[in-house]
């Protein structure tokens, strides 16, 4: 069968990783696919590379690619937003199928590009945009295909659950944590597209999309970071059983479609609260399936690569199938979300002030799961004497916890902000029985 | 574009599984795959099905299923061997495709089975036939295809898992534990094929051929089962850092192949070792992904309807590019495997034991890892007074272990029979950092 031909645009990180790992496994990737996936010419701005291009021509001009009309598909690994956007949309006029791990692109311009991917019969393979190395699009758009999908959450920002687990695991606050992070080339030097929920959200719109037939919805992603989360706040969590970690989070009820990313407790006999480091990992919960994970590495060149070329792959024995079907939903808001909380209420050190906070909540219809009140850390940075007053409470909708929250913020016994973390019990993915 | 037609042999817990989602999903599925699949024939030597078959046609005869010119899809959900067996040859004789959740077939027939589906260009699907639902022959065969895959250890038996779960959880003996799996609907009357490890085994030779491109091997799949595993084994493990799993591990390095069911302590941190009660989970170390992990239900009536129908949709979508290409490799037998050893020897309770013990395996040249020396239980079933020694060793070849242990069972201080159970700490799946 004809050899697959492929142009590179971009050689950093994963640019890299995919010439490597095509010349690395080139016999077998051809052994198992029947046919052999060539790359024939590499484009980057970089004048001379300082890697083996094997056969490869070099370019510094992406117009050589596609204009190479023996070029069968452009793999962009150029990152960013303008020049891989003309790029995607040369190659697609150039008849050119399309692979690439660029998530901000595919999220935000997805519902132009696959349409006009589709209408020219061309295939646009993102395998990598999402969770790295793991094959969690494939696993949606093929192995759970006969499936009704009901809910997918995720960890699928490694860099936030790296800090997130450095601090669980030293006790660092995040601000040492993230620049522990930035060290070892988990964290950007401006890392607030990962801390502050960009990145999931992109993801996690990519995910709704395939599960629910849809158009991307990137602009409706309710989004928190992980900024405000405090080492204590790790601590009193994993004191009651959670471990908090860094979810995106999209279901869908007869209310409609649910999207958000923000800081979760999730119980420590969950398999996902076990996910540490820079791992991701995705929950999905379907109706035939029941609940199913897939973890693993969420970035790196090489990771990145191993989806790219099952892309490629994919491509060369011509299973390109894809499942866009145009559906819509409702869109429901955050305050319209109904989940338990953690609360973390700075309160003034008197009797009754528990038994105000439990009436304001109680008068709100608001019922307490759990409650603990805490010596404060030794910090004396509040004037009062006064201590940390947590609760889990049970399911409310979060109009409701805002409400409550406002009453108990503006009572004379809270002397300052209160924090409030959403917790997802909700999943059934704890592997265990009884 | 033409619709599918699927005849369905077997109307058992997989059959009405298949049945019940195709026709649950019925609209989902034709949006998903841009065609129908229907169901137009069931065949079941049970006369009156209590089910409703919508527009299918139900026969006690299989042959009206293989006569019918018009299905292009038998689903074989008869299970057991000999009928199963001739209607797979029947089928491909007659010109259709075969999707299949049946284990001991593939394991045992494949290598017939396979290379004439192949000759004939009709696709066999076995999806189902390992780990239920979790889609992890798809990740094999294309999520992973780039990666040179190295090794996979899988609990990939609920039966055993569920016991091994029940005695960890609720300190019940093997006995008790496997009674309550058969209440539960979870262990055959007769438990030997999942319990000795022969279904694991059979799942683990069809992972191994898919890894590694070589033929089915069920035959070179060293067996242990978990039915002498103890409780106090349990208990000793986990307070030693460990949870006892029933895995199935295959792994090639420069030696060969080697494939082994039998029962692993996993350390507790591992993601492995925290998989719960019925459910599966395989782990698969590549050389470009590294450490992924597939989990979920690996039985029931839905989950493995989900991946019959997976395999019905990628029949549907043209999805049915194999990766079979023949590669051998020398088989590496148990006693040339590397691993640490967990070993419980009930040994007279007096000093200068221990000492014995450790000189003894010392002078095979094996390490001592951890040792503690415990007060037996309360039971006096043995005359003399003895305390169990546990001892983790360091790594050592199976064989070089069978002659210390051999040494060591022979001496007069050791009153009973030695228990050995192997450590895999070799996986790097914490999904942890540091």
Redesign the interface.
């Known amino acids: 069968m004809k050899t697959l031909r492929v142009g590179l645009c971009g050689l950093g990180t994963v640019g890299q990783?995919v010439l490597e790992?095509l010349q690395?496994?080139a016999d077998?990737?051809s052994?198992?696919?029947?046919r052999s996936i060539q790359l024939v010419r590499v484009a980057s701005r970089t004048e001379k590379p300082q890697v083996d291009l094997g056969n490869a021509v070099f370019s510094t001009r992406i117009e050589d690619l596609l204009e190479d009309a023996d070029i069968d598909v452009i793999v962009e690994a150029i990152g960013g937003s303008d020049t891989a956007l003309s790029l995607m949309h040369a190659a697609l006029k150039s008849n050119k199928h399309i692979i690439t791990a660029n998530k901000a692109l595919i999220a935000e311009h997805g519902n132009i590009l696959i349409p006009l991917a589709l209408a020219a019969n061309l295939y646009l393979g993102y395998?990598a945009a999402v969770a790295g190395?793991?094959?969690v699009i494939?696993?949606l758009r093929?192995?759970?295909?006969?499936?009704?999908i009901d809910r997918i959450s995720g960890i699928i920002n490694g860099t936030s659950n790296?800090i997130l687990?450095?601090m669980s695991?030293s006790g660092d606050d995040f601000d040492t944590a993230l620049q522990d992070a930035q060290k070892l080339g988990y964290a950007e030097a401006d890392p607030g597209f990962d801390i502050d929920g960009v990145d999931a959200a992109h993801k996690l719109s990519i995910l709704a999309a395939l599960a629910f037939?849809m158009p991307l919805h990137f602009d409706s992603v309710y989004m928190e970071g992980i900024s405000d989360v405090s080492v204590e706040d790790i601590q009193y969590a994993r004191d009651l059983g959670y471990r908090i970690k860094h979810l995106g989070i999209c279901s869908m009820d007869t209310k409609g479609l649910s999207l958000r990313v923000h800081p979760s407790l999730v119980p420590s006999?969950q398999?996902l609260a076990?996910?540490?480091?820079?791992?991701n990992?995705v929950q999905i919960e379907?109706?035939?399936?029941?609940?199913?994970?897939?973890?693993?590495?969420g970035a790196g060149a090489?990771?990145t690569?191993?989806?790219i070329?099952?892309d490629?792959?994919?491509l060369a024995?011509?299973?390109t199938?894809d499942?866009y079907?145009n559906?819509e939903a409702t869109m429901v808001g955050i305050e319209k979300i109904k989940t338990a909380y953690y609360l973390r209420i700075p309160a003034v050190n008197k009797p009754g002030v528990l038994a105000e906070v439990a009436r304001e909540l109680s008068s709100h219809g608001i019922s307490i799961e759990a409650v603990t009140q805490r010596e404060r850390n030794a910090s004396q940075d509040v004037a009062v004497s006064w201590v940390p007053v947590i609760i889990i409470t049970r399911q409310v909708m979060e109009d409701t916890m805002n409400k409550a929250l406002a009453s108990i913020q503006a009572s004379d016994h809270v002397v300052g902000k209160i924090m409030r973390i959403r917790v997802e019990a909700g999943d059934t993915?704890?592997?265990?029985?009884?």
């Not at 093929?142 to 009704?148: D, F, I, M, V």
């Open positions: 990783g790992l690395k496994n077998l990737i052994l198992r696919c029947g395998e190395g793991i094959p494939k696993a093929e192995g759970l295909a006969g499936n009704q790296f687990s450095a695991q037939g006999g398999m076990n996910v540490e480091g820079v791992m990992a379907s109706d035939a399936l029941g609940s199913s994970m897939y973890s693993g590495p090489l990771p690569a191993s989806s070329v099952a490629l792959i994919d024995r011509g299973n199938g499942m079907y559906n993915h704890k592997h265990n029985v009884g």
